[in-house]
């Protein structure tokens, strides 16, 4: 059974870093693509970023300058660096990875920014 566990999230300050992270477990193979996705309370979980297998990335417009997305194939992990945080940047981040045909979700991790 894969399993994505995420850590990093915290509080910081406006204009902040952070750094999260998604371990897979469960698989000898890396999962095909990679995303951040976010949500904030009362609203829905949007896209933050997409990185595939090959190292082809994508953000959402809100975060692009600013958030990177990483992976390690060999340790089966994807990062995203935050930069410049934002308050707007608060939200529960989501970890997603998918394997061949299936879908797989991380736990979460809280972001808090504040102003």
């Known amino acids: 059974q894969v399993q994505l566990v995420e850590s990093g999230g915290g509080l910081v300050q406006a204009g902040g870093s952070l750094r999260l992270s998604c371990a897979a477990s469960g698989t000898r193979f890396s999962l095909n693509v990679m995303c951040w996705y976010r949500q904030a309370p009362g609203k829905q979980r949007d896209l933050v970023a997409t990185i595939t297998s090959g190292g082809s990335t994508n953000y959402a417009d809100s975060v692009k300058g600013r958030f990177t997305i990483s992976r390690d194939n060999a340790r089966k992990t994807v990062y995203l660096q935050m930069n410049s945080l934002k308050p707007d940047d608060t939200a529960v981040y989501y970890c997603?990875?998918?394997?061949?045909?299936?879908?797989?979700w991380g736990q979460g991790t809280q972001v808090t920014v504040s102003s």
């Open positions: 997603y990875g998918l394997l061949t045909t299936r879908s797989y």
